[in-house]
């Protein structure tokens, strides 16, 4: 890894805040940041396009090398490209949160995403979010967050996100339902399942509002960086 640039990995399950504190966290580090969940959400929606079934492997492993994704940069918001096409408002679907968590589990589909992934942090610092940033993609990050909460206090926060755009209406007891069944499908996987790389720093947002999360990435950070 270049010298001059730092990364931050943050991973964590689902809903614990992951994406807000970490955009709060590049911007506040002047770091660009990555989510990398918008990458496997986009390969669920060209799969989910295409009428094939997530869970479908052979399916999903016909549309790979048909497809271009690609990161785009606007006024520092991470826009995520299919073919083209800026893609980063339909692939916030419940629908598509399910495909991406199928195809997510597909060794090939990890593959494909690696290299971009990685590339993103090789010339400039990046504050990257995901599964398994700290493990597997950028393993020699300069800092590593595992970035968690009950899932109790997840579900009430995505309920309260959904509720906030207007979104059809979802219950709590689905969402948290859901919420159960992605955590464990996304740790129970044999490929880079979600875990806490033994060098994180583990953070329980459970009892946090949002700024004291922020507050709390940006004090580990800057603890690392300056090295005590
Ligand atoms: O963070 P998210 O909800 O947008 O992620 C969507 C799905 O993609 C989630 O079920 C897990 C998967 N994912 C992954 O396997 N590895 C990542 N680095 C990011 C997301």
Known sequence: MNQDVIAVAIDGPAGAGKSTVARAVAQALGFVYVDTGALYRTIGLAVCRRGLDGTDV????AVLPEIQVTLAYQDGAQHVLLDGEDVSDAIRTPQISTYASQVSSVPAVRAYLLDLQRNMARRQSVVMDG???GTVILPDAQVKIFLTASPETRAARR????KD??????????????MKARDALDASRAVAPLKQAPDAVLLDTSEMTLDESIQAVLSIVRRRIKGD
Not at 58 to 61: A, E, I, K, W
Not at 159 to 162: D, G, S
């Open 58 to 61: 052979p399916g999903v492993l």
């Open 131 to 133: 599964r398994d940033i």
């Open 165 to 178: 755009k207007g979104t059809e209406p979802v219950s709590y007891a689905r969402i948290l339902e859901d």
């Open 159 to 162: 309920f309260a996100e959904l």
